[in-house]
């Protein structure tokens, strides 16, 4: 059976090395945030047995539909751009403009790929989606159904989701898709999924455009 550790332990790793990445001098950024997907990613794999909601099939409906909304989300996330007010200043570093090797700069651009299309979508929707929603209803959150609705669990858990992100408006429109989808779908993957297709369509944008301040 999980318990709360499971899904809060990776969410605070992850949080805290980011944390703790943004007050340290730029050079730190790529070896900080390889050292906490890797970290974060270990933690679900080694205890992937946890995490029940994920041994679910997801239909071609489902996939559809997480693929149009994870679009949707990212429509809005890049053409808010310069719209709505950021929490804070989001870093534009790029892994070309450090004096690295070739080598080192394509293994930091795979080790973000990876930790932003993998690591984070899951990692995310286990906490927000899965516990927090949950948790928010009753403490003993494994009672509670998957995709349960209530206003206070929704729209705080959403409010939240927002305020960890720099860009707090998509943050909020992203938090209410991704958790509209749970409860309409009850499936945990339909979220990640959608979650996965917005962070690979912003990867590609990036490595497309340049614009390394949405990494």
């Not at 070309?96 to 932003?116: D, E, H, K, Y």
Request: charged content about 10%; overall charge positive.
């Amino acid at each position: 059976m999980a318990q709360t550790r499971h899904y809060v332990i990776p969410f605070a790793v992850f949080l805290g090395l980011t944390f703790i990445g943004s007050k340290l001098p730029s050079h730190f950024v790529f070896p900080v945030y390889m050292l906490k997907t890797f970290l974060v990613g270990g933690l679900l794999f080694c205890w992937r047995r946890h995490y029940q909601e994920l041994y679910t099939r997801i239909s071609l409906k489902e996939i559809l539909l997480a693929c149009v909304t994870g679009l949707a989300v990212l429509v809005v996330w890049v053409g808010g751009e310069g719209l709505f007010p950021k929490i804070g200043t989001p870093s534009d570093t790029s892994p070309l403009a450090q004096g690295a090797s070739s080598l080192v700069a394509f293994s930091w651009i795979a080790a973000r790929i990876f930790g932003a299309v993998i690591v984070v979508p899951i990692m995310e929707e286990l906490f927000w989606r899965s516990f927090l929603m949950r948790y928010l209803i009753d403490k003993d959150f494994q009672k509670v159904p998957l995709g349960a609705y209530t206003h206070f669990s929704f729209w705080v858990t959403a409010l939240l989701f927002a305020l960890e992100h720099f860009r707090v408006v998509p943050g909020f429109f992203a938090g209410v898709v991704y958790g509209g989808l749970l409860c309409y779908t009850h499936n945990l993957w339909v979220p990640i999924l959608s979650h996965m297709v917005t962070n690979l369509g912003l990867a590609i944008y990036v490595l497309i455009t340049h614009q390394w301040q949405f990494w």
